[in-house]
């Protein structure tokens, strides 16, 4: 007796009938525990941890060389002018979960209070910035695709409290120098949907348009240093390409 139907009519595809009991299972996976104010999470069992608190191993900065921020008290907190620094491994089509809190000393205004981003393949930047009571040009305000989306809402929470970014995103596919499909992404700010599957209009500019130059298939994670303490911690990502294509 099997698990499903074998009367059933082929899907799309051509390989599975609808209820197909011989269609492989869904891997097991523990999905850890969510963080509170005072500790992270345990991330999903098929995650790769990029920064659990204490290893700083897998980032390196523009050169190559060992990012400079600092690893202390299970976070990680930007050493202004030590520059951006980026995950040794690459990544494509992903599920990335990052957790941050803004400076708990509030000074500036704009851009200029608690500035940094997540960036997805080292080119398509989720603005960080402190926007609880702090208001500046909505595309680039916190969870904005900067210069292009500001988010649907400010989920914002205070300077020194801890704040996730979960994110679901779509690499571009280029054939040859042809853009065949943009990257799209859909960011949720502490549980609240702030972008969904927004249609990218290219990498990352300053005051200007984005547009698409081909790039390969996966790139970096980055984090940026815009020269304010802003602290990172359980940084975690589960790439999809593998289960997309399965
Ligand atoms: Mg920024």
Redesign the pocket.
Known sequence: MGLGYEDTPLLPGGKWTVHDGRRPQPPVVDPGTSSTQEAAGRPPSDATILFDGKDASKWVDRDGNPAKWKVENGCWEVVPKTGDIQTKEHFGDCQLHVELASPTVVKGEGQGRG???VFLMGRY?I???DCYQNQTYPDGTSCAM?GQYPPLVNACRKPGEWQTYDVMFVAPRFEGTRLLTPAFITVIHNGVVVQYHRQLQGPTQHKRLACYDPHDAKGPIKL?D?GDLVRYRNIWIRPLDYYVNA
């Open positions: 500035n940094s981003g930047e603005q960080v910035l900067y940026q815009h």
